[in-house]
């Protein structure tokens, strides 16, 4: 799968300059930089505050990632489902019940602000040099195969322009914000809003990544438990 993560943020990281190029020429399919066309993303947009690193908060921080690992791991032989999948599953399910303190979710970004800024190259360097097959790699890398990872994330990005419009968001920014579903984790968000001067947009591409990423796996799973 290394080969269409590669290939599918690459055409995503273009798209999103071109979908940029296009809200320019078009100015009425663009927010320039806003989602929803009532401003809610204003909202979502104060969660990536920047604030100062508390060592206590991102020491409870550590701690709940782990704890949550831990439970995706245990509950993963019952369900089928990979642990860390369902790591982010509860995390999701934390979140939207409100159940954690202000100050613990605050160190859960801070942790994830911390690994994104300092380890993410030094994962995927180890990634590559230990777990990737590199003769796969470069056999994987061809005409058709090439053909039908562009397809695909054009299909995504083409759906998102049409159903954000019709949700009432910005096509244009809907679109990309798409595309970040077809990226390399945090980094790839980075790439993609960044080569769409989209920036602002973080928060709802960090959904689609992680969430959406999850939900993927998900349903993945039980279609291939269904076929085989």
């Known amino acids: 799968m290394v080969p ?4 599918g943020n690459v055409v995503a990281i273009v798209a999103a300059g071109a979908l940029a190029k296009l809200g320019e020429k078009r100015p009425h ?18 969660s990536e505050e920047r604030k100062p690193i508390d060592l206590g908060l991102l020491g409870a921080g550590i701690v709940l990632s782990c704890g949550l690992f831990i439970l995706g791991v ?29 100050e613990m979710e605050l160190g ?3 942790i994830n602000r911390f690994m994104s800024t300092n380890l993410t190259f030094a994962i995927l360097v180890a990634m590559g040099a230990l777990l990737v097959s590199w003769n796969q790699l470069v056999a994987s890398f061809n005409i058709g195969y090439m053909m039908i990872c ?4 054009l299909a995504m990005i083409v759906s998102g322009f049409f159903v954000g419009k019709w949700l009432n968001m910005y096509p244009v920014e809907a679109a990309i914000v798409t595309a970040c579903h077809s990226g390399l984790g945090g980094t790839g968000d980075v790439a993609i809003l960044g080569a769409s001067d989209r920036m602002g947009l973080m928060a709802f591409a960090q959904i689609a ?19 085989y």
Do not use: E, H
Request: aromatic letters at 4%.
């Open 209 to 227: 990544t992680r969430v959406g990423g999850a939900i993927m796996i998900v349903i993945a799973t039980f279609l291939m438990k269904m076929i």
């Open 108 to 110: 859960a970004y801070q």
């Open 4 to 7: 269409a993560a590669l290939m």
């Open 29 to 46: 399919l663009s927010g320039q930089g806003t989602l929803v066309k009532t401003g809610d993303d204003k909202i979502m947009s104060q």
């Open 74 to 102: 245990l509950l993963a032989p019952y369900t089928g489902i990979p642990g860390p999948i369902l790591m982010i599953v509860c995390a999701v399910a934390l979140k939207v019940t409100n159940v954690l303190p202000a």
């Open 150 to 153: 562009t397809a695909t994330v």
